[in-house]
Nanobody
């Protein structure tokens, strides 16, 4: 499975970005998808996850109400809409695919994308 994330960039605090992750190589709808992030000097942390088909979504408390995850199984793509961005959201964002788990824990992820940098200036 290959995951290709895009959409990162530099934005001012309060701004918005939308990340996309295109998945190829396996049946996309078989995987719960997640987004994680890693800031310099910190461990990779869970941001958000979405179920395979019923649309259930999950968020870290730090992004709840500001970020929205969605997926389009016809396009093999998962999105992360990020609004009201804060400087503390600055990190490399990774999309992740989890075949059997919740896509919420780093240790359970089956496939990772290469990451896209998000920088929020104050």
């Amino acid at each position: 499975v290959q995951l290709q994330a895009s959409g990162g960039g530099l934005v001012q605090a309060g701004g918005s970005l939308r990340l996309s992750c295109v998945v190829s190589g396996r049946t996309f709808s078989n995987y719960r998808m997640g987004w994680f992030r890693q800031a310099p000097g910190k461990e990779r942390e869970f941001v958000s996850a979405i179920s395979r088909s019923d649309g259930s979504t999950y968020y870290a408390d730090s992004v709840k109400g500001r970020f929205t995850i969605s997926r389009d199984n016809a396009k093999n793509t998962v999105y992360l809409q990020m609004n009201s961005l804060k400087p503390e959201d600055t990190a490399v964002y990774y999309c992740a695919a989890d075949r059997y788990g919740s896509a919420s824990y780093v240790r359970n992820i089956d496939y990772w994308g290469k990451g896209t940098q998000v920088t929020v200036s104050s």
